[in-house]
């Protein structure tokens, strides 16, 4: 596998159940991000991750949860959600700490509805 | 002020056409941009990199960056229909106070080339 891997790709789950998004990225990168893309607005940056770390939370609700165990694979995981969180969930991935040369990677998504 | 804008669109052009594609941005210190090409119900790629004012050019893609102007845009050369797609263009964010690899996308440009 190459690339970044995200699973599952589609996701249907009521507003009171638990679900986890997965991501794994084989470039060899240790940023990872979270991305929100709803319809008509831009992506919206949900979380970062380098080396493990949470560096970034973008004033997120709680019921979304990050969870990075190592630099390869990130995991968001959902809990009580609202119908207004049905969005294309995206992860991707970067090299560290270049704040001009940040080439990001994205994964397939995980289109996500919440019924 | 948002931190990267794309006004434009949505854009049509015939086929074998230049398609331009615009984007602004605020933060006059950023130093690379980035433009993805995002297909209905796909998620983001990667088309382009720029780092330095001026011109890049990548087979029928050229980038240009204008920092004096803060402007950069993408020119689609010999347009197909197959480049119909959305067109987002990326900066790096400051927001927070740190950037750690992030990046701010404008709203899209939809571009249609028909035969």
Redesign the interface.
Same mark, same amino acid.
Do not use: C, H, I, M
């Given at each position: 596998e190459t690339g970044v891997t995200q699973t599952p790709r589609h996701l249907v789950m009521g507003m009171t159940n638990k679900k986890s998004l997965k991501c794994e990225q084989h470039l060899g990168h240790n940023?990872m991000?979270w991305y929100k893309q709803s319809a008509k607005?831009?992506?919206e940056?949900m979380f970062?991750y380098?080396l493990e770390e949470r560096? $970034?939370n973008?004033s997120v609700p709680s019921r979304f949860s990050p969870e990075c165990p190592n630099s390869s694979h990130l995991f968001l995981h959902l809990h009580t959600l609202q119908p207004e969180d049905s969005a294309?969930y995206?992860c991707a991935s970067?090299?560290?700490?270049?704040?001009?040369?940040? $080439?990001?990677?994205?994964?397939?998504?995980t289109r996500l509805t919440v019924v | 002020q948002k931190e990267v804008e794309q006004n434009s669109g949505p854009l049509s052009v015939p086929e074998g056409a230049i398609a331009s594609l615009n984007c602004t941005y605020s933060d006059r210190g950023s130093q690379s941009f980035f433009w993805y090409r995002q297909y209905s119900g796909k998620s983001p790629e990667l088309i382009m990199s720029i780092y330095s004012n001026g011109d890049k050019e990548d087979g029928r893609f050229t980038a240009q960056l204008n920092k004096a102007s803060q402007y950069v845009s993408l020119l689609i050369r010999d347009s197909q229909p197959s480049d119909s797609a959305t067109y987002l263009c990326a900066g790096p964010s400051n927001a927070g106070g740190t950037s750690y690899g992030k990046l701010t996308f404008g709203q899209g440009t939809i571009l249609t080339v028909h035969p």
């Open positions: 940023a991000y607005k831009p992506l940056l970062v380098s560096v $970034e973008n294309l995206l970067s090299k560290k700490y270049r704040a001009d040369n940040t $080439e990001a990677f994205f994964g397939q998504g | -």
